[in-house]
């Protein structure tokens, strides 16, 4: 762990805070700091035009100092010099030759005529020759001056291409600094609190609960559990109006439907009344220990909020027949149609009527859970009627609000096998194959039995316990129908 000293440039404290994370947050006013390679975004009002100002002052900067540091080791620009080859070569031809004409043509030369005249050819062919010499070096010269001066040229043009990039890096930086939205999810303590105090955890999902922690006691009690509206932008305010998805039985447990929350200077404010006295709590950023909170907290689904569609239990199929003894035997097939909500102690209603519509039975029968987008089958025996029944009617009821269930908040379950069932002349036997990876403590086993006319003739069913992850669990139930059976449909639930 790498930490760096930085400062808070909303409140300016000095803080000492790990590099390798993605962000972090003042202890002193709560401000957001989000940490990349290259720059460190602030969470603070206004932040957005003063760092994009001070973002671009520092890159011109930059930019100055690399075209000055560039202007200052580049090669001096030479002054264009004149082409002065024609004086050049006329100072050469009349002021070098005219004393050596006057040595060779002087009286006291002892050379005859033709030896000077010859003298006199060779020296001015000998001074045309260095003229014509000269004057080919110079333009060649002068291009060379002009090369280099279009060379500093060049390199001074590519400035500008530079100085676009870093307008680009400029604009990239000043993207990169914009402030990010206020993000409250975390841990949340009392300020300033006793033995007794409360905590929050806002959860990234978009919901808060809220809980105490009494003294002595550090089981946190549920007070709410609701919705969480995250700002989209930056700000030092914030407010959000919580509507409760809490449907526990909670001791400590607020009531009320709707929940006022408010951000302000790093602190999370909302009221809490008790006995009829309220009190404004403060919570602040801090750990707490979140492994003791109830399932039911974030688990329990309140089906009137707007947050929560809940569908209705579905019978998709049932049968029913009346055995020798007086008796109605059924099965009937639950589904659930919701695809995150689990019904905990699912119910539905029998009931049985004659051909005059007259009422000849009736019970209600409750399950063990239907799990989001499950079929549960169940069957068993009802109660005694004195005639068969013209029908038997199946409903499903409507569960309350504490008997559902978030789907992610309870273990993954895979629906449970029957394999090898078979239906002997007084008994029934199969294996349940559990391919969970956790055991169970009891199954409830049922089959279903026809004739061979697809009648149903029989439902029998059995409990086995210690249903080990990954492994088959034998299980034998006694047969009590006298007719043949041609045909057996088996199920398991967790029971």
């Not at 206004?46 to 900067?61: D, P, S």
């Not at 080859?85 to 060779?104: E, K, R």
């Not at 700002?231 to 919580?242: L, M």
């Amino acid at each position: 762990m790498k930490l760096v000293d930085t400062t808070c440039p909303k409140c300016g404290a000095n803080l000492r805070i790990d590099a390798d994370r993605e962000k972090v947050f003042c202890e002193y006013c709560g401000a957001q700091v989000l940490i990349d390679n290259e720059v460190q975004h602030i969470q603070y009002d206004n932040v957005e035009q003063a760092g994009y100002e001070f973002e671009k002052g520092r890159q011109r900067a930059k930019k100055e100092a690399s075209m000055q540091n560039q202007s200052n080791n580049a090669p001096a620009t030479p002054p264009k010099e004149k082409n002065n080859t024609l004086l050049w070569v006329l100072g050469w031809i009349f002021f070098f030759p005219a004393p050596v004409m006057v040595l060779i043509w002087r009286k006291k030369n002892t050379w005859d005529v033709k030896m000077k005249l010859l003298v006199t050819a060779v020296f001015w062919i000998a001074i045309f020759a260095i003229g014509s010499i000269g004057n080919k070096q110079s333009p060649e010269t002068t291009q060379t001056k002009d090369t280099t001066a279009v060379t500093v040229a060049e390199n001074t043009d590519t400035a500008p291409v530079d100085t676009g990039k870093n307008e680009n890096k400029e604009q990239t930086t000043a993207t990169e600094i914009k402030e990010a939205a206020l993000d409250h999810t975390g841990l949340w303590v009392q300020k300033d609190r006793n033995e007794s105090y409360m905590t929050a955890i806002i959860k990234e999902e978009g919901r808060i609960g809220v809980f105490f922690i009494l003294e002595g006691d550090d089981t946190p009690y549920t007070y709410w559990v609701g919705t969480y509206d995250a700002p989209t932008e930056a700000t030092d305010k914030y407010s959000w109006t919580s509507e409760s998805t809490y449907a526990g039985n909670g001791i400590l447990a607020s009531s009320d439907d709707n929940k006022e929350f408010l951000y302000e200077k790093g602190e999370i404010k909302y009221t809490v009344t008790i006995q009829g006295e309220s009190k404004e709590i403060s919570l602040v950023r801090e750990d707490w220990d979140t492994s003791k909170i109830p399932d039911s907290a974030f688990g329990s689904v309140k089906m009137n909020s707007s947050t929560t569609e809940f569908k209705s239990l579905e019978v998709t199929e049932s049968d029913w027949y009346v055995s020798k003894s007086g008796y109605l035997h059924y099965y009937v097939k639950l589904y659930n149609p919701n695809k995150d909500i689990a019904v905990e102690f699912p119910s539905y209603r029998i009931t049985a009527r004659d051909k005059d519509g007259a009422l000849i039975g009736t019970d209600d029968m409750v399950l063990s859970l239907i799990h989001a987008d499950d079929v549960f089958v169940f069957g068993s025996q009802a109660f005694s009627v004195d005639e068969t029944p013209a029908t038997v009617e199946f409903e499903p009821l409507e569960p309350k609000d504490y008997n559902l269930k978030t789907e992610n908040s309870l273990e993954e379950y895979k629906q449970l096998e029957v394999v090898n069932g078979a239906a002997k002349s007084d008994k029934i036997v199969g294996e349940v194959y559990n391919p969970n990876n956790y055991d169970l403590d009891q199954v409830r086993v049922m089959a279903v039995c026809r004739n061979a006319d697809g009648e149903l003739i029989a439902i029998e069913s059995t409990f086995i316990k210690d249903v080990k992850a990954g492994g088959n669990t034998p299980f034998s139930m006694s047969m009590y129908s006298t007719g043949n059976v041609a045909s057996a449909e088996f199920y398991a639930n967790q029971w």
